[in-house]
């Protein structure tokens, strides 16, 4: 258990990196609002958190074997599973010429078990205790099961499932209404993720989460939720109120890389450990508070990184069939055209030949 122990040092093993290029300004920028903060909220106090502190480090099999099984978490994964598979059935029976592509299948099972990784294997164990575990379980929340489900294209599917009479007076009105419309809004979704990633990580609610199972749901509700709005108008497979081209889509996501690397470089440059459960936590391995943080900052600076440009190569894949698929229409409409102008010039040329002959 946490408990309340002497300040820890800010020096650390591990060297800081410094931002280079344009981000330099912006992210002393936010080392300074990082200090304020911390002269805010003092790192006084005992921190209780849920949990016991692990009595051994995490190791590569501690973190892929080390699974609880909340109920809370694993029955709402389990029917989301079979209410796919169920949804995915009817569809196929009832429409054989239109199949549920089996990659939407794959996508949305894939980011399921992304939810499972972060919430139930041992990351789980580990978040109140190490800053960097923590943060994986945040990139996996935002970055993998997200775009996942985006990619599996639910809102299709039940929309397909469901009776007309369900989707003229209940999903349809949903789609169509005004909260739905200013949500999915592109810039409204795209400014709602980062103020949810920047006010976590610069509110009370972090420390709370850390300190209580409620406001840790309720934190990964926020992230996930928030991810998902973000990701829906991007991957852009579900109807939408919105529509964004191909570039439009390119540059939305490219654009949340940069406030994501700002986000880090702040972390992982505070001159102190951020939170009090952190810094006040009492365990007998691994690395201090501080080396820790920067650890986790790291983590969200190369691993979101790679992750936004997994999707950007994703997107501009994506865009290149499209362009495949608009020639080869184009092609062939241009194919048809000019057998109808040929079949018209034959049939002239038959009619004028018809004329010469008659007597």
Same mark, same amino acid.
């Given at each position: 258990?946490?408990?309340?122990?002497?300040?820890?040092?800010?020096?650390?093993?591990?060297?800081?990196?410094?931002?280079?290029?344009?981000?330099?300004?912006?992210?002393?920028?936010?080392?300074?609002?990082?200090?304020?903060?911390?002269?805010?909220?003092?790192?006084?106090?005992?921190?209780?958190?849920?949990?016991?502190?692990? =009595?051994?480090?995490? @190791?590569?099999?501690?973190?892929?074997?080390?699974?609880? +099984?909340?109920?809370?978490?694993?029955?709402?994964?389990?029917?989301?599973?079979?209410?796919?598979?169920?949804?995915?059935?009817?569809?196929?029976?009832?429409?054989?010429?239109?199949?549920?592509? $089996?990659?939407?299948?794959?996508?949305?099972?894939?980011?399921?078990?992304?939810?499972?990784?972060?919430? /139930?294997?041992?990351?789980?164990?580990?978040?109140?205790?190490? +800053?960097?575990?923590?943060?994986?379980?945040?990139?996996? /929340?935002? /970055?993998?099961?997200?775009?996942?489900?985006?990619?599996?294209?639910?809102?299709?599917?039940?929309?397909?499932?469901?009776?007309?009479?369900?989707?003229?007076?209940?999903?349809?009105?949903?789609?169509?209404? $005004?909260?739905?419309?200013?949500?999915? +809004?592109?810039?409204?979704?795209?400014?709602?993720?980062?103020?949810?990633?920047?006010?976590?990580?610069?509110?009370?609610?972090?420390?709370?989460?850390?300190?209580?199972?409620?406001?840790?749901?309720?934190?990964?509700? /926020? +992230?996930?939720?928030?991810?998902?709005?973000?990701?829906? &108008?991007?991957?852009?497979?579900?109807? =939408?109120?919105?529509?964004?081209?191909? &570039?439009?889509?390119?540059?939305?996501?490219?654009?949340?890389?940069?406030?994501? @690397?700002?986000?880090?470089?702040?972390?992982?440059?505070?001159?102190?450990?951020?939170?009090?459960?952190?810094?006040?936590?009492?365990? *007998?391995?691994?690395?201090?508070?501080?080396?820790?943080?920067?650890?986790?900052?790291?983590?969200?600076?190369?691993?979101?990184?790679?992750?936004?440009?997994?999707?950007?190569?994703?997107?501009?894949?994506?865009?290149?069939?499209?362009?495949?698929?608009? @020639?080869?229409?184009? *092609?062939?409409?241009?194919? $048809?055209?000019?057998?109808?102008?040929?079949?018209?010039?034959?049939?002239?040329?038959?009619?004028?030949?018809?004329? $010469?002959?008659?007597?």
């Amino acid at each position: 258990m946490a408990s309340m122990t002497a300040p820890i040092a800010p020096r650390s093993g591990l060297p800081r990196a410094r931002p280079r290029g344009p981000l330099v300004l912006a992210g002393r920028a936010g080392v300074a609002l990082a200090a304020t903060w911390l002269s805010i909220v003092p790192l006084a106090g005992p921190a209780a958190a849920h949990g016991e502190v692990p =009595a051994e480090p995490p @190791t590569v099999a501690s973190l892929l074997f080390g699974w609880s +099984f909340e109920p809370a978490i694993l029955l709402p994964l389990l029917a989301a599973g079979a209410a796919w598979a169920w949804g995915v059935r009817r569809v196929n029976r009832a429409h054989p010429a239109t199949p549920v592509a $089996r990659r939407r299948t794959v996508a949305f099972l894939g980011g399921l078990a992304a939810i499972a990784v972060a919430l /139930l294997s041992g990351i789980e164990r580990y978040d109140t205790s190490l +800053f960097a575990v923590h943060m994986v379980q945040h990139l996996l /929340l935002t /970055l993998v099961a997200a775009p996942l489900l985006a990619l599996g294209a639910p809102i299709t599917l039940a929309l397909r499932v469901a009776t007309p009479n369900v989707r003229r007076r209940l999903l349809l009105p949903i789609l169509h209404s $005004r909260v739905v419309r200013v949500l999915a +809004f592109p810039v409204v979704a795209w400014a709602v993720f980062a103020a949810v990633m920047w006010a976590s990580h610069f509110s009370p609610l972090f420390d709370l989460a850390l300190e209580d199972r409620l406001a840790h749901d309720l934190e990964h509700g /926020l +992230f996930l939720g928030s991810a998902l709005l973000f990701w829906w &108008p991007a991957v852009a497979l579900d109807p =939408a109120p919105w529509r964004m081209s191909h &570039p439009v889509r390119m540059a939305y996501v490219f654009l949340q890389m940069p406030q994501n @690397t700002l986000l880090a470089v702040v972390i992982l440059n505070a001159p102190a450990p951020l939170y009090q459960h952190y810094a006040t936590l009492v365990r *007998d391995w691994g690395p201090t508070a501080l080396a820790d943080q920067q650890v986790a900052g790291s983590i969200m600076w190369l691993g979101g990184d790679l992750l936004f440009i997994a999707a950007l190569a994703a997107l501009l894949a994506g865009w290149m069939r499209h362009e495949e698929r608009e @020639t080869a229409q184009t *092609d062939g409409r241009l194919d $048809r055209e000019r057998a109808a102008i040929r079949e018209r010039e034959t049939q002239l040329a038959a009619r004028a030949g018809d004329g $010469r002959d008659r007597p």
